[in-house]
């Protein structure tokens, strides 16, 4: 029997200019001396759908879903940084999506209906385009790490075009996830 993989879909951010503004609001919130975990510059992206296991057969159905997704290239504008449940008591920091929010929604829905067709479940959460750019191990320096979350609260960091929404599989490390490319739906 093969191996499942771990997989999501979700658009890439590859432009240089805004990973190095995320790089260095990264290193602003490492210096409050928080107990940090950044997501390294070639993994930040904006998650669709977290799929979880999956088999390599249902790797081409979801493909095809993804196909059938009616979309055209859209500017996805990256600004704001927050943090979920909430900036006094982070776990998740994340920067948040402006412009382009609505299209990643109609996305997020057509996306669903095609999958559950495939015997996924519904998601149980509420879809909420942000980019996670760290997550919060302990509560050690908390009170620095809100501090710093106020100051770059508005922090802008560009706008991408969301033209290629890829399958991705991840495979978690004792360093971190590495995830790879199974499939992609360019516009």
């Known amino acids: 029997m093969a191996e499942p993989i771990r997989s999501f879909i979700a658009f890439e951010i590859d432009d240089e200019e805004i990973l190095n503004r995320f790089a260095s609001v990264q290193e602003k919130l490492v210096s409050t001396g928080a107990d940090l975990k950044?997501?390294?510059?070639?993994n930040i992206h904006i998650t669709m759908r977290f799929l979880g296991d999956i088999?390599?057969?249902m790797v081409e159905k979801i493909h095809s879903q993804m196909e059938s997704l009616v979309f055209s290239p859209f500017n996805v504008e990256i600004r704001r940084v927050g943090a979920f449940p909430q900036v006094k008591h982070p776990r998740i920091i994340w920067v948040g999506i402006q412009e382009g929010s609505k299209e990643l929604g109609e996305i997020f829905d057509q996306l669903e209906l095609n999958i559950f067709s495939l015997g996924f479940e519904k998601s149980s959460r509420r879809f909420s385009p942000h980019i996670t750019i760290a997550r919060v191990r302990t509560s050690r320096n908390r009170e620095e790490l809100t501090r710093c979350l106020q100051k770059v609260a508005d922090f802008e960091f560009g706008v991408i075009k969301a033209d290629c929404l890829k399958l991705k599989k991840s495979v978690l490390t004792p360093k971190g996830?590495?995830?790879?490319?199974?499939?992609e739906v360019r516009r």
């Not at 950044?38 to 070639?42: F, T």
């Not at 996830?177 to 499939?183: C, E, F, N, T, V």
């Open 177 to 183: 996830p590495i995830y790879s490319i199974l499939k």
């Open 55 to 57: 088999f390599p057969p």
């Open 38 to 42: 950044p997501v390294k510059p070639q």
